[in-house]
């Protein structure tokens, strides 16, 4: 662990051989931008900013871009961390809307059905959130990237096919409600990687005996690194553009 945070430092005394040899960059992903577009657009700026034509570029754990908050882009070297990273709990802040389902379980597709509320209260929440505790099996969203007989979900979805994804193993090692107000509620998990909030919102709305759908998402924190921590896209860029090339 000393040796990753020694790689999170980031500041105005790097060079591109720093990066070139491996960095592990905290990014608070913008909403609208697919972690691609993050990867991409740092391996750009690291060619405009700093010459550097050629580097390796990955991230530690696919945010949706409806999502927004830590985003681990790892470079050169560091990228032999990629999987340690991912193995990581993360925590997230979730924006649960009660009352309407969609397909993808978030805002990327329309309202498909809509379920009554009013029996839904702050003690029924809380007492529900507290039996997701633990491990369980969870299943997918069909709108996802797991591919079925080799085909990403999400493109058999898209057809209006609905593929059978197989349930996995999750562990839900905290929740806290941390506001709520009929039909939204914000939600804090702390949970295990490959764990799906877009399910855990259809699934909490199933278990209110009514319908849910995931309408934020903020990932806080992965492992002990704190989104607080992370730049911007801007600020990144507007530091390479500010350092010394080599």
């Given amino acids: 662990m000393e040796e990753l945070v ?37 391996r750009i700026s690291f060619r405009q900013h700093l010459g550097i034509k050629k580097i390796k570029v990955g991230h530690a754990g696919t ?19 990629i999987d340690r990273l991912m193995g990581m709990d993360k925590e997230y802040v979730a924006e649960v809307t009660f009352g309407a389902t969609t397909p993808s379980y978030d805002l990327e597709t329309e309202v498909d059905a809509t379920f009554d509320t009013t029996h839904i209260d702050r003690a029924l929440l809380e007492e529900n959130l507290a039996g997701f505790l633990g491990k369980q099996l969870q299943a997918p969203p069909v709108f996802s990237a797991i591919k079925k007989d080799g085909r990403k979900s999400y493109e058999l979805a898209r057809k209006g096919k609905t593929p059978e994804l197989e349930k996995r193993e999750v562990h839900f090692l905290e929740l806290e409600l941390l506001h709520f107000e009929p039909p939204k509620a914000r939600v804090r ?47 990144f860029i507007k530091l390479l553009a500010e350092l010394q090339t080599i």
């Avoid at 949706?64 to 681990?72: K, Q």
């Avoid at 399910?199 to 002990?224: C, T, V």
């Fill in 6 to 42: 020694e790689n999170l430092k980031v500041n105005a005394d790097c060079t591109a051989e720093d990066f070139k040899e491996g960095r592990v960059l905290l990014i608070n992903k913008p909403l609208g931008w697919s972690s691609f577009d993050v990867v991409n657009k740092i």
């Fill in 63 to 81: 945010l949706d871009p409806l999502a927004t908050g830590l985003l681990l882009i790892c470079t050169g070297k560091a990228t032999k961390q």
């Fill in 189 to 235: 998990l702390l949970c295990s990687k490959g764990t799906y909030i877009r399910s855990f919102a259809h699934d909490l709305g199933r278990a209110l005996n009514s319908g849910a759908h995931l309408s934020a998402l903020e990932r806080s924190a992965i492992g002990p690194i704190r989104n607080e921590d992370a730049l911007s896209v801007d600020d």
